[in-house]
């Protein structure tokens, strides 16, 4: 069966020509449960040797970045540089309702598997290209990768400390951010397509999704007040107070926005190191009113939360409604007994990884449960299945192809 | 005023989500962004507030002339996050006011909420009671832990979210404990990931499947954001490596400074070509015949000193002239911009008519960071901003609920609609 059955998006197909641009976008709609086909070259995806690798086994050793991003998706080999491997992907084109690319921009049109080629194939396609600057524009042919994304897009300079370099968050989170509009876009276009029978061709830009990512109050802020955002360490200049502030054994992020939210912090305060100046009525309501004060609360607040161990401050302001989180290392979410009732992590069983734990569900459907439909695909593992039980091509012909080197 | 919502009929060269009507129960960004994607794709998107509880974007104070005292509709994070949607002000305390929360919902495809897990259900219009009027409605809501386990009661913001997920602590140079953004990155993560949930649903539905209730917990979506870098923890019990700018696959791979108070330029080398342009454009031929530096794994060997000479040798140039250049000899690089930057000095990001002029009802005109969504075939526009509390009142109790001019007054006069502000 092509459909895996249950997903929201069950009874979609989804052709992933993706490097890592777009690989993230793939796996919310396959583990959504659409029907997404990885393409890689004859090759192998790069991606698939991407340290860490799982330990080393009797089948080799696997990518942990390949198999968590490519959960829930077929895969299969192609080379679309040869005659045969472009008429393959046109025929797979003809079957999918989208196609997501990452390609460089202008070399799917010379392929000739461009929109207008791949339209004329398939006049409700829609053709997804995630790009590092998008399909038009003075920068268009512009190299990028994560970083210099990042970096262009404004992320870097309102990220860490004022005395450090502009620095990149963990994990490709430019790349992980374009991925996500772009499956919004991709489905905005599907449900376009569906309703008037047409497809079309959707340009995402990496620099364009930072820059919204990261600029949520940005230009607009900026041209009223005429302050450029900077690196100011953990504090954010719109909220009084908030930070990471230091504890006996570690620290907390405490931020308050709400009138509320400070009452109670300046009561708790005041309670518990005698403080009566934190009571000044002159500190209460937004946060603007407390913002000429910002370095005195602070005072105010370290040598409050210095008398408390992490934990307890945590659950303790918690239960005064007070925003304070702990600062998690990644085995301080593995381990987290909140994620472990709600069943977060998600054990897959792959044939050569053997059984890992994943991070699960970023969101709960109630009548189209999320779920990881299988475990990332190894090399044209679905070649015989796709092209032959599917496409209906015969066995001489998958070998033809195959000595080739097409698939 | 958008009547979209009233054609219903998504004709060709409408808006990709005209005929669409969304109702809000959001505050703050993490649920408002999500509303401002659907209005700007042509959605009615009706947002309900309170007077006697504002949403914190709306207690902004202009900071050029603090003697205005707080002004509702000029916040510009205000207009970023909620341009192109109506406004009514409702005191859900009020039962009436729930009835006609619940008449409105039966007339919508979407609700969102983002209040404190439990408040809706509080409120009467959790999702088994709106179900109840509107048994297609899709129904998304988000909060920081989700709507189970022992701490789905908890207050938290982005940045609460950006530690608790791991992702401040697996982020920034090793030298630094966490490491923190001034945007609140899972506020604008934890909303697109509830977009794709909510478009996902209704493409279900369009296709035959009927309604249903998505939970979010935006920290378990920030998880998944880093879920790869996750992985090793998971899987081998380490703490992965804090990597700050550096990369396992390039080097060079960092924010190298340039002539000028901050002033940076970031760039990404993968492959050895790459490597013989950079030492080309920085004039520095002896580095090609440097042994530390001949291959990726001997650069990844010597990153520190490969990063200290290229800091001497970019510490000289223009940011920009170093990006061009680099560029034209194919060399990933880019300028660390900030806000100006961005606005002022990127021709490329202008030249795509990325910043959008926005209808203001008290300022004429403002600007906006623009959506990335490109959708070339049915591209997006957004509405008017500056809005009051309550705005849209009377078209939307009037017009869309049919209720007259003495039903709204009395609605007024028990207190379950609050009037408009004119503020």
Known sequence: ?407 | MNKAGLMGDGSEGSPALAGLRVVEFTAAMAGPWIGRFLAYCGAEVIRVESKSRPDVVRLYTPPRNPEMGIQPRLSPWFTDWNAGKHFVALDLRQPLAVDLSKRLVARCDLVIENYTAGVMDKLGLGYSELKRVSPELIMLSSSGYGDSGPCKSYVTWGPNIETLSGLSHLSGFPSRARTITQYAHPDAISALHGLVAMLGALDHRRRGGGGQHISLSQYEATVAGIGHVMMEALAHGREPERLGNRSPHAAPHGCYPCQGEDRWCAISVSTDSEWESLCGVLDKPEWLGDPRFTSLAARLEHVEALDAEIEGCTRGCNDYELMESLQRAGVAAGVAQNTEDLFRHDEHLAARGFFEQLEHLQKDRVTATGLPLGLTGTPGHSGRSGAAVGEDNDYVFGTLLGMNRQEIQAAIEAGAIEPADDS
């Open chain 1, 1 to 407: 069966m092509p459909t895996l059955p249950g997903g929201a998006l069950s009874g979609r197909r989804v052709l992933e020509l993706a490097d890592e641009k777009g690989v993230y976008c793939g796996k919310l709609l396959a583990d959504m449960g659409a029907d997404v086909i990885k393409v890689e070259p004859p090759t192998g995806d790069r991606t698939r040797l991407f340290p860490p690798l799982t330990r080393t086994g009797p089948d080799g050793q696997e990518s942990l970045y390949f198999l968590y991003m490519n959960t829930s998706k077929r895969g299969v080999t192609l080379d679309i540089h040869t005659p045969e491997g472009r008429s393959l992907f046109t025929q797979l084109a003809r079957t999918a309702d989208l196609v997501v690319e990452t390609l460089a921009p202008g070399t799917l049109e010379s392929l000739e598997l461009g929109y207008e080629s791949l339209r004329r194939a398939n006049p409700r396609l829609v053709l997804t290209s995630i790009t590092g600057f998008g399909q038009t524009g003075p920068h268009r042919d512009f190299r990028s990768s994560d970083l210099v994304a990042s970096a262009l897009g404004g992320a870097m300079t309102v990220t860490g400390e004022e005395e450090d370099p502009p620095v990149r968050l963990a994990g490709t989170q430019a790349h992980v951010a374009a991925s996500t509009v772009a499956a919004v876009s991709s489905l905005i276009a599907l449900l376009a397509s569906s309703q008037r029978g047409e497809g079309q061709h959707v340009d995402i830009s990496v620099q364009e999704v930072v820059a919204s990512v990261s600029h949520i109050c940005g230009v607009g802020k900026w041209l009223e007040d005429g302050i450029i955002p900077r690196r100011r360490g953990t504090g954010l200049f719109a909220s009084v107070p908030s930070g990471a502030y230091t504890c006996r054994d570690g620290s907390v992020y405490l931020m308050v926005n709400r009138p509320l939210h400070w009452t109670a912090l300046a009561r708790w305060v005041h309670e518990v190191t005698g403080n009566q100046e934190i009571l000044d009525p002159m500190f209460e309501g937004a946060s603007s009113n407390r913002q000429p004060y910002r370095e005195l609360l602070d005072l105010f607040l370290a040598d409050f939360t210095s008398r408390f161990s992490a934990e307890a401050l945590y659950r303790e302001g918690q239960s005064r409604h007070i925003a304070i989180t702990p600062i998690n290392t990644a085995a301080g979410v593995a381990g987290d007994a909140h994620l472990a009732s709600r069943g977060f992590f998600e054990e897959v069983v792959h044939p050569t990884a053997g059984r890992l734990r994943y991070p699960g569900a970023p969101y709960r459907h109630s009548e189209t449960p999320w779920r990881i439909h299988r475990p990332a695909p190894l090399r044209g593992q679905h070649n015989q299945e796709i092209y032959r039980d599917e496409l209906g091509l015969s066995e001489s012909k998958l070998q033809a192809l195959q000595a080739g080197g097409v698939i």
